[in-house]
């Protein structure tokens, strides 16, 4: 043999050239771990940031401070204080100049901006709760106002600095959970905002989304890849869809907007209008995934189910569907997650209003966290650039948490046989 | 006979079935110039061919012959695939399967089917066998159901080996258990009909003739045809074989005479290995 290739095992043309398979083996393995750390490194930054960011947004400081009502002008009778008007009433009194009055009388006329929005609530709140306090005097713990709360966080300006030093020295600061994060909306104060309305208005939004969305969608796969006839028809329908999930999502916005509120007048800004308009979304993001699970059924199933005489509608729902609901159900995860996070269709559909009340249906305005934190995220006040990121951990958070319920059913599906 | 059997130009198929049927009965099955097209291609050209009870009936042939494409027509399985087209007459007791008024649902739960590879519902081992019987609402209870499953169970060889894990998966037996399993599920529907696609072909010996043994147990019940590429297995569990090549039925007749004593060259050569 004059061939120029090595030909003999343990020659050492041959063993170089086992030397070099194994050094590229070796070399792909490197490369492989370097981009999992790499990407491994990239998460952890972030988590960290949003975390070092973001946490603060959890807490708030609180003042205490002395209050003598009986020299407030605030003229409010407890008396006329227990009917079911009682909100109104005291909504209507000077809450915070009293407020501010209070805080000058006990650290001085720098801490007339001691307190806003939040604290007024809380004090309206507990006037209501108990209209005996305005008969005397008390002392209250309530939340400063968020030019003083950053200002204890270490990043304020001189004067508050200041106050936040007098008020210390004094222990009159304190830190506390920000419970009125948990529980309050949209607001113009960033002390007193919360995500209760945006995570309302978020899950009413996924909830109209999933019940348009999978069953449509698990149903037009079922469909297309079961009892359609293959013809041009389904070809061209195919397309249809797998360019429909290439759609950039601003353009979907577009769509419900001319579609929805323009042609059937539907509520601006409601859940149902942005559920309806992420639906269609999601839906081929679904139907792919449903048809690709559905595809990786073995045939011999359906055979075996015919065989025993099943009718294909049998087939299918007995069978193929239980068989491919594992995929079907990550399909759906994938596009449950880009429509939890996506902004920009809500966008132009009027999710972006105000709303400082939370949503109590699928009609009412409302907003949702991306959205939500893309407000806060243009807002000039300081006290905004926390809440942006601990909004932001909240969203990752129900985003998590979804996902997680997801897979959970997932394997629960997978573990029956 | 022909001298050269490599040429493909086959004449017109004129095996008439020889054996003499007994006189007082009439076939299970009777297929009458049955072709069948796959596309513009045929893949079985004018079998005609009688089943009777209680007999096991065997198609050989080499692979490619059309002897599974024909099985597939007895239960109207060949209506799954969109490109084929059966031409010619298939009747069962009498009663024409081809047509649209026969009822494809309840066709194959008369004329039941075992695969070449087993395939049991990736289910427990009860749902497998009863699921038949449900979709089908042959049990007005659950004993009942319990009752069909336990005989079908039996009936296949497989009751007591698997009676104390009904609940198990289906797909966790080992192979001959599954297929004996899709046996099972076959008979609980109280088919009047047997096809078997080659149901050893993927099963190691023992495997393999514990189904054979089946097969000759289950004879006294119901009409079974069986496909296989093992002549041998064609000789012990038959008692008619039909000989396939190319798309047409050569030779049909008494399993003993194909095998000692066929008629045709093409046969004989098959059958002493000479090709296929």
Known sequence: MNSAAPNRWTGDAMRKRVRRRYSSERWFHAVGLGAVALSVLFLAFLLTTMAA???????????????????????????????PDAAQTVAGADIEGALSKAAAAAYGPTAEELFSDAAVNKLSDAIVANPDILKGQSTLWLPVSSKVDIAAKKSGDDKSEALVNALEQRQSLRRTFNTGFLTASDSTDPSAVGVWGALKGTFFTILVTMLLAFPIGVLAAVYLEEFAPRNRWTDMIEVSINNLAAVPSIIFGLLGLAVFLNTMNLTRSAPIVGGMTLALMTMPVIVIAGRNAIKTVPPSIRDAALGVGASKMQVTFHHVLPLA???????????????????????????????AAPPHGISDPATVLPVQIFLWSDEVDRGFVEKTSAAIIVLLLFMLAMNGLAIYLRNRFEQRW | MTP????????????ADPVEPPAERNPKMSADKVSVFYGDKQALKDVSIKIYDDRVTAFIGPSGCGKSTFLRCLNRMNDTIPSARVTGKIELDGEDITSTAMDVVQLRARVGMVFQKPNPFPKSIYENVAYGPRIHGLSSSKSELDGIVESSLKRAGLWDEVKDRLSESGTALSGGQQQRLCIARAIAVDPEVILMDEPCSALDPIATAKIEELIHELRGRYAIAIVTHNMQQAAR?????????????????KTSEIFTNPREQRTQDYITGRYG
Not at chain 1, 53 to 77: C, H, N
Not at chain 2, 245 to 252: A, K, S, T, W
Request: glycine letters at 12%; hydrophobic letters at 45%.
């Open chain 1, 53 to 83: 960011k973001g946490l603060g947004g959890f807490t708030q400081y609180e003042a205490r401070l002395p209050i003598d009502f009986a020299q407030s002008d605030l003229f409010l009778d407890p008396a006329t204080l227990r009917g």
């Open chain 1, 325 to 355: 609901l594992p995929g079907i159900l990550t399909g759906t995860i994938i596009g449950m997650a880009r429509a939890l996070g996506e902004t920009a269709p809500l966008l132009m559909i009027g999710m972006r209003a105000f709303v």
């Open chain 2, 4 to 15: 050269n059997h490599s040429t493909i130009t086959l004449p017109k198929p004129e095996v």
């Open chain 2, 237 to 253: 569990v038959s008692q008619r074989t039909a000989f396939f090549h190319l798309g047409v039925m050569v030779e049909y007749g």
